[in-house]
C-alpha cells in the first residue's frame, strides 16, 4: 500500500469516526429533549431506536458494507436480551438524569463489565486493556 492510499484509508477512517460521534451525541441531545419537551414514553422510544437500526443496518446489507451470518438463536439470545436491556437501561438514565450523569453512568459500562469478567469469570486482560480503562476512569473521578 503507497502513501496516498494509506493517507485516503485514515482519512475516510477519520471521516469515519468523526460522522459516528457527531450522530451519537445529536442522538443524545434530541433524545433528552424529547424527554423533557414532550414526555415522550421511554419504550416507545427505544422501540423506535430499534426499528431504525434495522432499517440503517438493511440499507447497509443492500449496499453490500457487510454480509450477514446465519445463526442459532439459542446462540444469540442471552446476547440479544442483554443488547435490548442495556439500550432500555440507558434512555430510562437519560430520561431520569442529566446529560452529564447519563454520560457518566455509560462510560463506566466498559469498566464494570471488565470488573464482572474478572471477578465471576476469571478473565485476564492485557495490559494494554487495562491502561485504556485509566483515562476512563481518571476522566470520570474529575465530575
Do not use: D
Amino acid at each position: 500500500m503507497g502513501l496516498s492510499e494509506a493517507v485516503s484509508l485514515n482519512g475516510r477512517l477519520l471521516l469515519g469516526l468523526l460522522v459516528n460521534l457527531s450522530a451519537s451525541i445529536c442522538i443524545v441531545f434530541v433524545n433528552k429533549w424529547i424527554y423533557v419537551q414532550y414526555g415522550f414514553p421511554n419504550m416507545t422510544l427505544t422501540l423506535l431506536h430499534f426499528v431504525m437500526t434495522a432499517l440503517g443496518l438493511y440499507i447497509c446489507q443492500r449496499l453490500n458494507i457487510f454480509s450477514p451470518k446465519t445463526l442459532k438463536p439459542t446462540k444469540i439470545l442471552l446476547l440479544a436480551v442483554s443488547f435490548c436491556g442495556f439500550v432500555v437501561f440507558t434512555n430510562l438514565s437519560l430520561q431520569n438524569n442529566t446529560i452529564g450523569t447519563y454520560q457518566l453512568a455509560k462510560a463506566m459500562t466498559t469498566p464494570v463489565i471488565i470488573v464482572i469478567q474478572t471477578v465471576y469469570y476469571k478473565k485476564t486482560f492485557s495490559t494494554r486493556i487495562k491502561l485504556t480503562l485509566v483515562r476512563i476512569i481518571k476522566s470520570n473521578n474529575k465530575h
